[in-house]
């Protein structure tokens, strides 16, 4: 393939823009799951991540005052804090945890939705995340919206103004991998937001190949807290999000059924 100016232009100079911002690192990760509030500060640092998302239920932002808190050593004026509304199994549930999430942080605005319609899958429920949806748009909020792989339902999302579709790999904690990828490219053949896997990371491979499928960006928690070193599984993950965004702009070699050389034939002396 030839590499042109604008091959190189795009690498160089490629950033993520969500909601009207823009982010050099195309990774976010969560800030659950960590055996402790310092090697959560270490692994979000090794990721290189620049949104990192909060489970408004869980985690200590201000609201219990004698406990860590992770606005002091994740300092929103260094990260975007992306709320989400992890265990909320309704429509109701999620609004409200959104509109906390917004007092505690100074009106913040831009928030994760995600409703939950099974405890054993951790799937979303559709009907419940559109009905929230559209009430957290009309209050102001810029929704970045966690659905499953459908790609109907997530031009529905775009459609109605989310500011990101999130479309899951796997269910939430799997670590299988993106289980249905031509799902997912159909889903970034379509977007007119941007796309970010959320969801059934792994490894570093599966962060590679949801980025060569045309993905903004990935958003993992389980795949970094649970390895047996976070910390070097986080720069790994950075990593593979940046070798696979380079190699979806480069663009890949065609698939044949057979074999050729690597250097052509003629005028070789026998």
């Known amino acids: 393939m030839v590499v042109t100016a604008e091959t190189i232009r795009k690498t160089t100079n490629d950033p993520l823009v969500i909601a009207g911002r823009t982010y050099s690192s195309r990774l976010l990760v969560g800030t ?159 977007a007119t937001v941007p796309v970010l896997v959320d969801a059934g990371v792994g490894t570093a491979s599966d962060a590679a190949i949801a980025m060569e499928l045309g993905c903004d960006g990935v958003l993992m928690n389980t795949a970094i807290a649970a390895a047996q070193n976070p910390v070097l599984m986080a720069q790994a993950m950075k990593k593979a999000v940046e070798a696979g965004r380079e190699a979806y702009l480069a663009g890949r070699m065609p698939r044949k059924q057979y074999g050729s050389p690597s250097s052509p034939l003629g005028g070789v002396f026998f």
């Open 32 to 190: 659950g799951k960590y055996k402790d509030i310092e090697q959560t500060r270490r692994a979000v640092e090794a990721s290189g991540a620049q949104i990192i998302t909060i489970a408004v239920r869980r985690t200590n932002i201000g609201q219990n005052p004698n406990e860590p808190n992770l606005t002091e050593i994740l300092p929103p004026s260094k990260y975007t804090y992306l709320p989400n509304t992890a265990g909320c199994y309704s429509a109701e549930d999620a609004i409200r945890t959104c509109r906390l999430a917004r007092e505690l942080l100074d009106g913040h605005d831009l928030v994760k939705l995600e409703v939950l319609g099974s405890e054993k899958t951790l799937y979303p429920d559709i009907p419940q995340t559109l009905s929230a949806a559209e009430t957290l748009i009309a209050d102001g909020f810029k929704v970045m919206v966690y659905t499953n792989d459908d790609p109907i339902v997530a031009r529905r999302f775009a459609e109605m103004g989310c500011v990101a579709v999130m479309p899951l790999a796997a269910p939430i904690g799997s670590g299988l991998g993106i289980r249905n990828p031509y799902n997912i490219r159909f889903i970034v053949e379509e």
